[in-house]
């Protein structure tokens, strides 16, 4: 209807700031008054009578006026701009208030959503793949533990060719590879797949295609696919990179595609650059050099359900084929670990991730701690909401006197409210993008990268955005409602107390909170820096303050063993005969890389009774290597070119292995035995050195042997460690060049120093320890705020009761000590709390101390202290002010 | 603010829809007028029986004009100054019409119901 549209219209038009309207009105309106006014004075009236007589006759010109205004512009609009308006000025008249209640806001905010966004990341978000609810691992036990790495190749065949039950299954695995493109090489993380992987994942080409379709079907095409990152990164995005020929650890393949935006695949925390397809056949021996093509052995198995099939059918149905395949094949039926075992569908929407063992309790715990803060920042905001709320009451009142609706001053005061928890949470928001960031910094980066994307979580947001507002709502709007009750004439007498003694007992239950809530965060940060402090100064073992390492991967096709062992030998000596440099060695391994191996050591000719078979760590180095690491040798010799292959097999053992299988008995010259039957090697041990920690500092120490890495298996990965006599960075570009020079199509990565991979060994202990550090310290400054403000406001309204007493003789040094009386009270009922609190919480957290136990009286004792002090502090201000109070000011005011 | 409106009702016995109407026929049978000429015809056709707020006249113009029933424009008033002057649109004839018709008709049916009273 074209008056419905003309009434917008002119609604629109107001609320654009169309004010010509109401000229127009306010000069017809006073044309017709001067007629009415020249009529009556015309009637015989005097001016003034006339223009009485004027304005009675035409009635309420303010309400004509205002009724024609609200055809203009949209009310709700109106007073809501008119409400954010006075709400913006109000916030910025009290900067502290503001930026106190924005900055415990945000920072609640934020911490909490980063924190959790990180967990949605790893934990909880589903691939990036069609319907991942309906994918599954194949999960075989094996004693306790569950490998989802071993199903035997024949149950994949039966698996994928079981057309009822499964939509498809695939098997992948991961290799560091050398990719050589436009004369340039680089290292990447390449992952071998089947053909189908990507039409069972559901995922199409960004650019080009995936595999073409023999290759689906089980054939073999050199086809490469590369990651959407790594296209970006390395080839610019650039679209010709489709047909490109790369080279793959010496070997050709064909680019026929780009996977798309924000697809990593099935392992959470990695991205692999390129993806090529498995050799169907496994007796194929085509590309020795690239060993994961081959599907052959024990595989992991991640398989579609066809849409109507349940879990517990496929289970079933697999478990029938999974004990056929055991029954047919000798070689699985005689196999001990898979008698009596039964098969196991995983449901996996969420892929795997080597991540979620290894942060999964410090992110819990984190995430615990940051919604402690929230708390206190919502305490403390309904803190200063209620101190502001009294401070306010008079003004309500007066304008509740002048006329002002009571639903209209309370949309008010819930505006200003939800002002505050919006803007907070909008401050929350920048800094849960920049946290993210800090805490994917403290993910370790090994010669995996560990690549995740991250970003703010909006369920998370929500949530705690809610948590704020509601309290906003809550300690805004309450105190407002009571405020604006008609009882207006006590509100404007002065002096009155009012309800005000309840406020007060409210905020002090808020300040107590606040404060057995910070105690509790403060222990636990001085626990945890404790800890680190600990790990840190467990003697590892080694000496290597100006030590880099490299790592490379040889390729093996285009390096024989016996060139092999050449390189490493010229490298070693070249390197060492660089300036500045004191001595190099090599590791397979080598401390804190992950992948240090274990095997069973046995002593040869030891009777049988007393022949205890054991695991120790076992290491291929090379001459120097100990000395590099400044590990001293205790007897014996180190390694030397002499322990070639060829030569007979040497070893070397720590002091614990020393004592494990030798007791008193001088090992020099004494053999072990390594492995298990029947790959069992002998050695010759011809040296003992000191023992130290292998895969983390916190470990119970174990028995380690070393073997020579020139002997026995060919290096597959190995680091070089470089010594240097001073400082260790002015090298790292001659040690390159060195590499160059040797052979320039050599990827060589995860460039360190010692002691930051030693640091990156406790990333889960230092992500805690700095958090809760912090966290520690932002909850007490909160509640040491809080209490200020409470104190104030306490001593600000007794200001009369205390001019009284001064006036009647006490001395100002007596009323500083009353009123930090009353401050010491609330904070030692808050540290009484907060104690109890983390007694009971003690044990939830003791597996993660470090030689520290959770009810560690020093620590706690210095957290307590800390916390008195700083509360102490926050009320010495307001008590000082309250000794200075003069009486005859304070009897003569309110 | 809300109890004023319920003063002017009450001081006014006169309803919104019957102001509009008298404002359009007067509009309607003496052409083009400004407010105070209209408040001025209406009090003189009532002959002071109907106690009207003038200022009413003016909201009522605002509704006639928001439904297209009366259009303004600036003229030159009686004594040379600039005064808005409505007139009745085509559709406010039209809707002048239909109002009629409905009062007459409704005037009708009152008469003859207290005619019948009367026989009773």
């Keep these: 209807m074209i008056h419905h549209l003309r009434a917008l219209a002119a609604r629109l038009r107001g609320l654009f700031g169309d004010r010509g309207a109401d000229r127009e009105l306010n000069d017809e309106i006073n044309t017709h008054l001067r007629l009415l006014t020249e009529r009556y004075v015309r009637q015989g009236m005097t001016e003034t009578e006339a223009a009485q007589a004027a304005h009675r006759q035409f009635g309420n010109i303010t309400l004509l006026q205002e009724v024609n205004r609200e055809t203009r512009g949209f009310k709700i609009i109106d007073t809501l701009i008119q409400d954010l308006s006075y709400g913006m000025r109000l916030l910025l008249k009290s900067p502290g208030f503001t930026t106190v209640a924005l900055l415990s806001l945000g920072l609640g905010i934020g911490a909490n959503t980063a924190i959790f966004s990180l967990m949605d990341a790893i934990f909880w978000r589903h691939l990036p793949v069609s319907h991942p609810e309906q994918l599954v691992s194949i999960v075989i036990p094996l004693g306790e533990r569950e490998d989802p790495g071993f199903t035997p190749l024949a149950l994949f065949r039966e698996i994928q060719n079981n057309n009822q039950i499964f939509a498809g299954a695939i098997t992948n695995g991961a290799d560091g590879l050398s990719l050589t493109v436009d004369g340039a090489t680089e290292r990447v993380m390449g992952e071998v797949v089947t053909g189908n992987y990507f039409s069972v994942l559901g995922v199409n080409a960004f650019r080009g295609r995936t595999f073409s379709a023999e290759v689906a079907q089980g054939a073999w095409a050199p086809e490469a696919i590369l990651s959407y990152d790594f296209w970006q990164r390395r080839f610019g995005s650039d679209a010709g990179v489709v047909g490109k020929t790369i080279q793959l650890n010496g070997y050709s393949f064909t680019v026929v595609g780009v996977s798309p935006p924000h697809f990593f695949g099935t392992e959470v925390g990695m991205s692999p650059e390129v993806r090529v397809p498995k050799l169907p056949d496994p007796l194929d021996q085509t590309m020795p050099a690239m060993p994961l093509l081959k599907l052959s052995g024990y595989i992991p198995v991640m398989a579609r359900l066809k849409p109507d099939v349940s879990l517990q059918q496929a289970q079933a149905a697999t478990e029938v084929v999974y004990q056929r395949v055991i029954q047919d094949d000798p070689h699985l039926s005689s196999n001990p670990r898979f008698r009596g075992t039964h098969i196991r569908l995983l449901p996996s929407p969420r892929g795997t991730s080597r991540l979620r063992g290894e942060f999964g309790r410090p992110l819990a715990l984190l995430l615990g701690l940051v919604a402690l803060v929230l708390l206190i920042a919502c305490a403390n905001l309904a803190n200063l909401l209620l101190g502001r709320a009294a401070a306010r009451r008079r003004e309500l009142a007066v304008r509740l006197a002048i006329g002002a609706g009571r639903a209209r001053l309370i949309r008010q005061l819930f505006t200003e409210s939800l002002l505050i928890s919006f803007l907070g949470g909008a401050l929350g928001v920048l800094l849960a993008y920049w946290a993210v960031d800090i805490l994917f910094g403290f993910l370790p980066q090994n010669h995996i990268r560990t690549l995740l994307e991250v970003e703010p979580n909006l369920r998370a947001l929500g949530f705690t955005l809610g948590v704020t507002v509601l309290t906003g709502i809550l300690f805004g709007l309450a105190p407002a409602l009571q405020a604006t009750r008609p009882e207006i004439a006590s509100a404007l007498k002065s002096g009155s107390t009012g309800g005000r003694r309840r406020v007060i007992e409210l905020r002090q239950a808020l300040v107590v909170a606040e404060v057995a809530l910070a105690l509790l965060l403060l222990i636990g940060a001085a626990l945890f820096v404790r800890t680190l402090q600990n790990l840190k100064a467990v003697n590892a073992g080694f000496d290597a303050d100006n030590v880099l390492l490299f790592t490379m991967k040889p390729v093996h096709q285009r390096y024989a063993p016996a060139r092999l062992r050449n390189f490493c030998s010229e490298l070693l000596e070249r390197v060492e005969r660089l300036p500045g440099v004191r001595s190099a060695g090599l590791a397979e391994a080598g401390p804190f890389s992950g992948r240090e191996g274990s095997a069973l050591i046995t002593v040869p000719g030891s009777p049988p009774q007393t022949e205890r078979p054991t695991r120790a760590f076992v290491d291929r180095v090379s001459p120097h290597f100990f000395e590099s690491l400044g590990i001293p040798l205790l007897a014996g010799r180190d390694f030397s070119v002499a322990d070639q292959e060829g030569a007979p097999n040497t070893a070397i053992i720590d002091e614990i292995a020393a004592r494990d299988f030798f007791n008193e008995v001088n090992p020099i010259g004494r053999h072990l035995a390594v492995g298990r039957s029947p790959n069992v090697t002998e050695f010759e041990i011809i040296g003992v050195i000191k023992a130290t920690k292998h895969r983390s500092v916190r470990e119970a120490n174990q028995p380690a042997v070393y073997l020579s890495i020139l002997q026995g298996d060919r290096p597959w990965m190995p680091t070089l460690y470089v010594r240097a006599t001073n400082a260790i960075t002015p090298l790292t570009a001659s040690i390159r060049q060195t590499f160059q020079g040797l052979d320039k199509d050599l990827p060589v990565f995860n460039i360190k120093t010692f002691e930051r991979q030693l640091n990156e060994s406790l990333a889960q202990d230092r992500l805690v320890a700095t958090l809760s550090g912090f966290f520690g310290v932002l909850a007490t400054m909160l509640a040491a705020i809080g209490l200020y403000g409470v104190m104030a406001y306490a001593v600000a309204s007794r200001t009369q009761e205390i001019g009284i007493r001064m006036a009647l003789g006490a001395q100002p040094k007596g009323v500083l000590w009353l009123v930090m009386w009353e401050t010491l009270r609330l904070v030692m009922v808050g540290v009484v709390i907060g104690l109890s609190a983390a007694l009971a919480a003690a044990r939830l957290i003791s597996n993660l101390l470090f030689d520290l136990k959770p009810t560690d009286p020093l620590t706690i004792a210095m957290a307590a202290l800390l916390m008195i002090g700083i509360a102490a502090l926050a009320g010495y201000l307001p008590a000082r002010r309250a000794s200075h109070v003069d009486p005859l000011v304070a009897l003569r005011n309110e | ?120």
Excluded: C, F
């Design chain 2, 1 to 120: 603010m809300s109890k004023g409106r319920h003063e002017e009702a009450q001081k006014s016995e006169v309803l919104q829809g019957t102001l509009d109407l008298m404002v359009l026929k007067v509009l309607d049978a003496l052409g083009p007028q400004h407010g105070y000429g209209i408040a001025r015809r209406i009090e003189q056709v009532s002959q002071q029986v109907l106690q009207l707020n003038e200022g009413t006249v003016y909201t009522s113009l605002l509704r006639l004009q928001q439904r297209g029933w009366i259009a303004s424009d600036w003229g030159a008033s009686e004594n040379n100054r600039k005064a808005k002057y409505y007139s009745i649109t085509k559709s406010g004839r039209k809707q002048l019409a239909r109002e009629t018709e409905n009062w007459e008709r409704i005037a009708g049916v009152i008469g003859r119901l207290l005619s019948l009273e009367g026989k009773g």
